[in-house]
């Protein structure tokens, strides 16, 4: 089955982008489908490319200080997943796994990287839209933190306090 140009049209990485922009990015693009339980990526592995959900339910877990993995946000249709490894091949924050089957969008680091070498609108568009999602996700968590604070008491207080001080040294 063919990846759907329009769901790759009506993603945030792709918005303002122009319909032959939107093709060279298709062009990139593969489908990937993952059954329920099945694990997308997982924590540390390389980063190696964005996906966009287009089918199906995936949960994003967090590995905690002993190790086991806590669960940490749900993803649905529309969802996009590993935009920083666009950006940089750094390994993955999180692991990501199937709820439920779910057909996905896949567009390869490598391939995208190779676009931006050469300096192609669409991939500075898709680079200045990944920005845009990681500033969005950003100012969410400032904002949570900032609630948080609101309703912690004595030693949770500092602990957050310390927290925004981290991210008040490079989120404005």
């Given at each position: 089955m063919a990846v759907p140009m329009n769901a790759l049209a009506q993603s945030d990485v792709c918005r303002g982008l122009s319909d032959a922009?939107?093709?060279?990015?298709?062009?990139?693009s593969e489908e990937?489908?993952?059954?329920?339980g099945q694990a997308l990526f997982r924590?540390?592995?390389a980063g190696d490319a964005l996906f966009l959900v287009l089918s199906g339910e995936l949960e994003v877990l967090k590995r905690d200080r002993e190790g086991k993995d806590r669960p940490i946000a749900t993803v649905t249709t529309g969802a996009v997943?590993?935009?920083?490894?666009?950006?940089?091949?750094s390994?993955?924050?999180a692991t990501v796994s199937a709820s439920?089957?779910?057909v996905l969008l896949k567009i390869p680091a490598p391939r995208f990287q190779?676009?931006?070498g050469q300096d192609a609108v669409a991939a500075l568009?898709?680079?200045r839209n990944v920005a845009k999602v990681l500033s969005q996700r950003l100012a969410r968590l400032d904002q949570r933190v900032v609630d948080l604070l609101a309703q912690a008491d004595g030693s949770r207080h500092e602990e957050l306090s310390e927290f925004q001080k981290v991210l008040q040294n490079w989120s404005f």
């Open positions: 922009e939107i093709r060279t990015i298709h062009a990139l990937v489908r993952a059954v329920a924590e540390g592995d997943l590993g935009e920083m490894s666009l950006v940089q091949q390994a993955r924050s439920s089957d779910a190779g676009l931006l568009k898709v680079v």
